[in-house]
T-cell receptor
Framework: DGGITQSPKYLFRKEGQNVTLSCEQN?????MYWYRQDPGQGLRLIYY???????QKGDIAEGYSVSREKKESFPLTVTSAQKNPTAFYLC??????????FGQGTRLTVV | KQEVTQIPAALSVPEGENLVLNCSFT??????LQWFRQDPGKGLTSLLL?????REQTSGRLNASLDKSSGRSTLYIAASQPGDSATYLC????????????FGPGTSLSVIP
């Protein structure tokens, strides 16, 4: 069953803690993306990667880090430097026709 | 700077009604435009993708049009059903910033039985 798997679905972070959100895809797409969604706002791009071992900052990269060691995986780490991390995080891929596909999201809450 | 807006922010209609959702963008230099559906607490599901050279795309009860020169796209939903209740987002892919898709804030649709 092809698709994008994000885990966990819900994540709670304590102050000063780093947490990592997982994104795995079996669509064989080269490009992968991380977005943040806040209530009443459109999605904002955090990081994206077009090929393995390469990634670029999006519009709101501060306080986040990523890696792309495998084509299938693009994990996002929310560091303690991100002062307002509570949000819904979405991972996406893009096929060669430039259509975007999304995972089911991870809701991160600071406790 | 490309900006995408969607009007209205929320819409409530009785079941069976035809409806139109609007998406506007400020820069006509786009590669394509995509409409998505998002159910509460879920990811985005792609509905229709319109390339810049196309005027419209259809899928079942959905029809999306694109007028690049005026910076507008509409999503037409025929014979609405309660299951259509969701948030609908449009997104444009700029020609000169290929990977930085710009999303609108969405229209929250409620179809009343």
């Amino acid at each position: 069953d092809g698709g994008i798997t994000q885990s966990p679905k819900y994540l709670f972070r304590k102050e000063g803690q780093n947490v990592t959100l997982s994104c795995e895809q079996n669509l064989n797409h080269d490009a992968m993306y991380w977005y943040r969604q806040d209530p009443g706002q459109g999605l904002r791009l955090i990081y994206y990667s077009q090929i393995v071992n390469d990634f670029q900052k999006g519009d709101i990269a501060e306080g986040y880090s990523v890696s792309r060691e495998k084509k299938e995986s693009f994990p996002l780490t929310v560091t303690s430097a991100q002062k307002n991390p509570t949000a819904f995080y979405l991972c996406a891929t893009r096929d060669r026709y430039t259509e975007a596909f999304f995972g089911q999201g991870t809701r991160l809450t600071v406790v | 700077k490309q900006e995408v807006t969607q009007i209205p922010a929320a819409l409530s209609v009785p079941e069976g009604e035809n409806l139109v959702l609007n998406c506007s963008f400020t820069d006509s230099a786009i590669y394509n435009l995509q409409w998505f559906r998002q159910d509460p607490g879920k990811g985005l599901t792609s509905l229709l993708l319109i390339q810049s050279s196309q005027r419209e795309q259809t899928s079942g009860r959905l029809n999306a049009s694109l007028d690049k020169s005026s910076g507008r796209s509409t999503l037409y939903i025929a014979a609405s059903q309660p299951g259509d209740s969701a948030t609908y987002l449009c997104a444009v892919r700029p020609e000169h910033s290929y990977d930085k898709v710009i999303f609108g804030p969405g229209t929250s649709l409620s179809v009343i039985p």
